[in-house]
């Protein structure tokens, strides 16, 4: 039986001990192949070209700062390397085994021409190959060489190097240990995945058994590999593929690892077999997802152990291999022109004429075609986030469920938890993922509550068991209300995430642990981090303000009598939108302390705002000098101070009255979504309905109301109310109602 996350160990000569009768076997022995020479012949003019050619990234990248990159990479592999990886703790040493470290000798030997990398790269090679059998690994019973991330990367970063190396001064023996190495892997990774396993490691090796069998066909083996690769990618797209298109572990970055692995496998099923996998419907789906979660600054958050992700050059491979042009108009705005035409220089022309007509005009229009603009909220049910949108800010909400691993899950140990972005940077941030699985820090703070903006109970992590479940959500032209329950700290917790659209722009979140009986003695800690010190300001007033200026305002509404503050300083990455990277810097985290769950947060993003917030028989006011808000548990009124205060919206959810400071707006029979705003000194209303519902409004006595711009007859009682019938559920629009 296995004790590991992988089947029990399946290691025998046929995979790590190929010799060269064993290879030329391999192939078929051809006719007139005897040794590794001629066997080197015979592939050389038999074998295809792989997904992402080597030449042509070459050409691209020469006398640009990633060709310097490059050679300062190579520049590591002249002197010694120890290649059995001792030197790296528990998790890197399986990452070491990859050989990411050593395709750069090949790399730098394509940009100079000089023998001295390509020689380094021999080298090491052998010296690996020599040695890996030697290696071991501290994860019980997994292989630190022969498993399913190992067999897969490796073949990710060598399979392309065959191509110009089978071509080049390399040695017959050290080619011969590189394409050993890639058919004993292929061969370990077809008896590994021989039945559906969720979760990235199987998917992506899957698609590097499509890519082997595709670029050196005659291998024996190469029908069976192609067969088993392209089921287990439909298996994936069905089973691992949400229909939001959001990967089953919710990562993006593991999302993106595994939407890249699927972008190689369609390109190869798009020259060598049917290009089905191109058209398959989760394909475009997982590009939608990354497009609902990237920022307007171009990154994507470090959600559940995910690095900060720059989706944009991968958004253009999409549009090449989608065939799909709005793809390339959305990269396009966070690539510098010289960026966007390294990147497209990479991709081979197709040999089918009209779709590199296509790809052409593609290339040619994108960077003048307007990118679409987002929606103003996506709610990715499947994966479990919701994206909150007023301009450039934005609200991005975890809500979704614990999700399991082949070796350890990714799900972070929080829920109804947030990050908020704007200004152009993280207002609210977390701790994302880590350096490595290897940090000390990895559980007790990239991955537990204490890095994440949400509330504690007693210290305790979060449980697998998060039981959470959302209301439906309130998406108005003027405000966006989400509301999320969970029950994986042992009590009921409830969150509630409001953004007001409307100028001026801003959040407020209700935390409330609805049921809990009073006698029960809890510590509640509301955690919220930001990527500047937070400096107070008043009582429970904050402030976070970065060296150009910007920043967050945060008000607690709750008593500071019975609030202990304590800020914390922590680390993270910090995504820059210039360079398209994210260092380690301080992440500083402010906690507020309570024994009851209840907190009432406004995050206003404005560092040099001055806002009161006061709360009053279970209302909020929140006051921004021209303008007041006035919020309920299920409505908020907005007034203006122009020569007095004046309505400018009001907005219930399902209610069946709406007020302005007593004054009475709207009334209804049942419960509704109310819209009312005031335009030319009348209301105009937007009402959403479950089915047919009586209403009444205010009217002038010669006033006309229009029902979906429809004039209607309506009949006033003495004191103005006229009654109006909705005709069936939906979104109705009624104007010619007064409010005074």
């Known amino acids: 039986m296995s004790t590991g996350p992988e ?56 006398s640009r700062p990633a060709a310097d990159a490059v050679l300062i990479e190579a520049t590591a592999l002249l002197s010694g390397v120890d290649v059995t990886g001792t030197e790296h703790g528990r998790s890197r040493r399986y990452g070491f085994h990859y050989l990411n470290w050593l395709t750069p000798g090949v790399h730098a030997w394509l940009l100079t021409g000089e023998d001295r990398y390509l020689e380094a790269f021999e080298r090491h090679l052998e010296d690996w190959v020599e040695q890996r059998d030697s290696v071991t690994g501290e994860w019980p019973g997994l292989d630190v060489i022969w498993y399913s991330l190992g067999t897969w990367a490796r073949c990710r970063g060598l399979l392309p190097t065959l191509e110009v190396l089978t071509a080049s001064p390399l040695s017959d023996r050290a080619w011969g240990g590189l394409v050993s190495t890639l058919v004993g892997g292929a061969r370990w990774a077809y008896d590994e995945h021989d039945v559906f396993r969720h979760g990235n490691w199987q998917l ?37 593929v949400y229909p939001d298109g959001g990967h089953y572990e919710r990562s993006p970055g593991y999302h993106k690892m595994c939407l890249t692995s699927l972008q ?14 191109s058209r398959h419907p989760k394909m475009t789906a997982m590009y939608d997802w990354l497009c609902e979660l990237v920022s307007p600054g171009g990154w994507i958050p470090h959600l559940q152990d995910s690095h900060v992700e720059w989706p944009a050059s991968g958004l253009l491979r999409g549009s090449y291999v989608l065939d799909n042009p709005a793809l ?26 009209a779709r590199q007509a296509r790809w052409t005009s593609t290339l040619a229009s994108a960077l003048s075609n307007p990118a679409p603009e987002p929606q103003r909220t996506s709610v990715l049910a499947y994966s479990g986030y919701v994206v909150l949108r007023a301009g450039d800010l934005r609200a991005v909400i975890n809500c979704g469920p614990h999700i399991e691993h082949e070796l350890e899950s990714h799900s972070h140990r929080a829920v109804l938890d947030f990050v908020l972005e704007g200004q152009g940077r993280p207002l609210l941030w977390e701790a994302g993922g880590p350096p490595s699985y290897d940090d000390p820090e990895y559980l007790t703070w990239y991955q537990s509550g204490r890095g994440h903006n949400t509330v504690l109970v007693d210290g305790q992590e979060l449980s697998t ?21 969970h029950q994986g700290n042992g009590v009921a917790q409830a969150r509630t995430i409001a953004l007001v659209r409307e100028e001026p722009s801003y959040v407020v979140v209700n935390d409330s642990t609805p049921g809990l009986d009073g ?113 309920g548990a299920n409505h908020w009124v907005r007034t203006r101070r122009t020569g007095g205060e004046q309505l400018s919206w009001a907005t219930g959810w399902q209610v069946r009255e709406l007020s302005d400071r007593g004054r009475p707006l709207f009334r209804s029979a049942a419960p509704v979504d109310v819209e009312a705003t005031l335009r030319d000194g009348r209301l105009h209303l937007v009402v959403t309905a479950s089915g047919r519902c009586r209403i009444w409004i205010r009217v002038l006595l010669d006033g006309e109301v229009r029902l979906d711009a429809v004039p209607v007859t309506t009949v006033s009682d003495e004191a103005g109310w006229a009654d109006l019938t909705l005709p069936y559920a939906g979104r109705w629009t009624i104007e010619g109602a007064t409010h005074d």
Request: hydrophobic share 45%; aromatic share 6%; with cysteine.
């Open 204 to 240: 992506v090796s899957a698609t590097e058994l499509l890519h082997i069998s595709a670029v050196l066909p005659d291998l024996t083996e190469a029908a069976s590999w192609a067969e088993r690769g392209r089921q287990r990618i439909d298996e994936h797209l069905l089973l691992d």
């Open 519 to 631: 006698l029960e003695r809890h510590t509640f800690r509301a955690c919220w981090q930001a990527l500047d010190p937070w400096q107070q300001v008043g009582p429970l007033a904050f402030r976070t303000t970065a060296p150009d200026g910007s920043g967050l305002l945060l008000l607690e509404a709750g008593s500071p009598e019975t609030t202990a503050i304590e800020t914390l300083q922590g680390t993270a990455r910090r995504p820059d939108p210039v360079r398209h990277e994210a260092l380690y810097e301080p992440l500083h985290t402010l906690a507020l302390d309570r024994e009851q769950g209840a907190f009432t947060t406004v995050l206003v993003p404005d560092a040099g705002a001055e806002v009161s917030v006061v709360r009053s028989g279970g209302k909020l006011t929140i006051d921004h000098g021209h303008t007041v808000d006035r919020v």
């Open 465 to 485: 068991d998060r039981a959470v479940s959302t209301d439906p959500l309130v998406d108005t032209d003027l405000l966006a209300v989400f509301t999320g329950r």
């Open 328 to 353: 390339a108009s959305i990269a396009a705005q966070w690539l510098t022109p010289d960026a966007f035409a390294e990147e497209a220089a990479m991709l081979p022309a197709w040999t089918d004429t």
């Open 264 to 277: 190689l496998a369609a390109v190869i099923d798009a020259r060598y077999g049917s290009g089905e996998l």
């Open 7 to 62: 089947k029990a160990r399946h290691i025998d000569d046929r995979i790590n001990r190929i010799g060269t009768a064993d290879l030329i076997k391999a192939f078929g022995s051809p006719y007139g192949v005897d040794d590794l020479a001629t066997l080197r012949a015979f592939v050389a003019g038999r074998m295809r070209r792989p997904a992402w050619p080597l030449r042509e990234w070459t050409e691209a990248i020469r």
